[in-house]
Each structure stands twice: as C-alpha cells, then as structure tokens.
C-alpha cells in the first residue's frame, strides 16, 4: 500500500528560518511636498558604565557620532535629548537577575524612566527564551514574562524582545533616530510627521 504524501508540512516539522537583510542606508527620510528635509543627525550617547555596549560602528551614516558618558538614567540616549528620551538595555540572565536579586532597585528605574517621554526597554534574548526554564537560575519564567507585562501595563514602559545582540543594535539605532527625527521636525514646526499620511 503506497503511503500518501500530506500536501502541507506538519507545524511541528516547521523550521524557523529568518535570514535578517542587511540594515537600511538610512531608517528614514522626513519629507514635505515629496522633497526631503535637510535634517542633522543626531550624536547617541551610550553610558560608559554599561558593559557589552552596543557599538554602532555599522551604522556611522545614521549619526554624527557616537559618545560615551556617565548618564544619568539608562544606557543609550540622544545628545541634547538626555531628559527626553531613555534606552535600558538587558540581556537575558541580567534581566532574571534584576527583577529577582535587585528587583526594588531596577523597578525604581524603571518608574523614573516611565516619566521619559520616550522609553525603551530592549532584551536581547527572544520572548520565547524569557519564557523558557533558565539553566543559572530556578526563577519562574513566567514570573519573569508577568513582570514584563506588568512594567508595559502599569509603568507604560513598551520592552521589546530581539533574537542578537546584532538585532538589538539595530533596532535601537533606528529607534535613536527616529526620536531624534520626529523630535526634530515638530520643533521646527513640520508638524509630528515625517512624511505625508505616515504615523
């Protein structure tokens, strides 16, 4: 008897192939009446205490430069945009450790960044390692997930969750510049846009 061939694959025989593109020239243009804005870049800031920085070197068209300092909240921000915008990065076994070990003191930042008009909490480690048993810890990963939650829910503070440490660069590169965009446009009385019909 000749076995018979499904015609669509089993989902637990899927493969998880994501190849990421190499990252854009530039995130993103502001435009007016279809002609580009002459806009500067801005400098990021990383602060000089944070360890495993994200470099930014692949992205030296995106910034006039890259400074480390002392900051006084988070470990990336914007120069001039220091009391604006906020980026705490975490991978995962720091994240596990400082919502257990130092969890008053990490929620204390957190609830100062909450006051930020723009904040980020970046993981790099994919939601489905927050969520799978640690091999250095016997935490709950779902106390770590719920914690997560909680932090979006009550404190308003958005984390996002990327696969590499490359991902994560990226992301908060473009997430860098895209504040420092809009910020700059409303500013100059372009209006909080940065092309028509856009967000």
Known sequence: MRKRRALIASPLEWQMTAAPVPHPAQPVAAERGGTQLRTPRPVVLVDSRERNPFSFARFRGWFAGVEKRPLKL???SLDGLEEVCVVERKDLSDLV????????????????????????????AALSQVKSPYSYSNVSPNKITQSLVAVQAGLQVPFLCVETHELGEEIVA??????????????????????????
């Open 74 to 76: 988070g470990d990336y």
């Open 97 to 124: 450790h400082s919502l257990t070990v130092e969890r008053s003191t990490f929620l204390d930042r957190l609830r100062r960044m909450s006051r930020y008009p723009q904040r980020l909490l970046v993981i790099t």
């Open 174 to 199: 473009s997430y860098l510049y895209q504040v420092f965009l809009y910020q700059w446009v409303e500013a100059h009385d372009y209006g909080r846009f940065l092309v028509e019909d856009d967000l």
